[in-house]
């Protein structure tokens, strides 16, 4: 168990609607990042935040948003949902010393109907 | 790199052998690099890490080799069990201090054969 928690763990819905998937870090970690896991296009960087701050953006969808609130937690909402946005996806988080390590969360499986 | 899906590399080994997972990197002003296990339905787990300014890095049965040469990353897993068996991916790090990202390499499958 890495100590990040993932809600939920499963999600289905259908094309044209829009979901949130929640995020806790481990204890002390100030930087969550969004990870994608498809597989056409294995594990993808989403987005990064730390300490409430958008740090860094990967290859994310208009369609796609995320926030990371003042108790540390993160949101990752994706909106106008298509199929091939069915993956899993992954939450991560690192220590406030180091920016380099990262624990996974459990993930969740997003199915797009 | 980007991960390939279904058609991962896969390795075989029978168990209590030692394997070899290898890995190409991209970009060489990486500095940073970690291996990942993902077993069926679960997230990326840290196995071990190693810094540019290091050729080899041991752990409890594992050794990660880095050749800053040819930009080539090894795991190495000594007496392999059951247990060992799942997807492996490297990674590496890129970006400034504080907006870093992970890059992952298209995974192997290990399978660890009684």
């Known amino acids: 168990d890495s100590g990040v928690t993932q809600t939920p763990k499963h999600l289905i819905t259908a094309t044209g609607q829009r979901v949130t998937l929640r995020c806790s870090p481990r204890?002390?970690?100030?930087?969550v990042y969004w990870y994608q896991q498809s597989l056409d296009q294995g594990l993808q960087f989403l987005i990064q935040?730390?300490?409430?701050?958008?740090?860094a953006k990967g290859n994310i969808l208009e369609r796609f948003s995320a926030q990371q609130f003042p108790d540390l937690h993160s949101e990752l909402n994706l909106s106008s949902l298509e199929l091939g946005d069915s993956a899993l996806y992954f939450c991560?988080?690192?220590?406030?010393?180091?920016?380099?390590?990262?624990?996974f969360g459990p993930g969740t499986r997003l199915t797009v109907l | 790199g980007e991960s390939v899906g279904l058609h991962l590399p896969t390795l075989s080994v029978q168990e209590g052998d030692n394997s070899i997972i290898n890995c190409a990197y991209s970009?060489?002003?990486?500095?940073?690099f970690i291996w990942y296990k993902q077993e069926s339905g679960k997230g990326p787990q840290f196995i071990i890490d190693?810094?540019?300014?290091?050729d080899k890095r041991q752990g409890q049965r594992v050794t990660v080799l880095l050749n800053k040469t040819v930009k080539h990353l090894s795991l190495q897993i000594a007496a392999t069990q059951p247990g060992d068996s799942a997807v492996y991916f490297c990674?590496?790090?890129?970006?400034?201090?504080?907006?870093?990202?992970?890059?992952f390499g298209q995974g192997t499958r290990l399978t660890i054969n009684p």
């Open positions: 991560a988080s690192s220590a406030p010393t180091s920016t380099d390590t990262q624990y």
């Open positions: 204890s002390g970690d100030l930087s």
């Open positions: 935040y730390y300490n409430g701050e958008e740090r």
């Open positions: 970009n060489s002003a990486s500095d940073y």
């Open positions: 190693i810094r540019s300014n290091m």
């Open positions: 990674a590496e790090n890129i970006g400034p201090q504080g907006a870093q990202k992970l890059v």
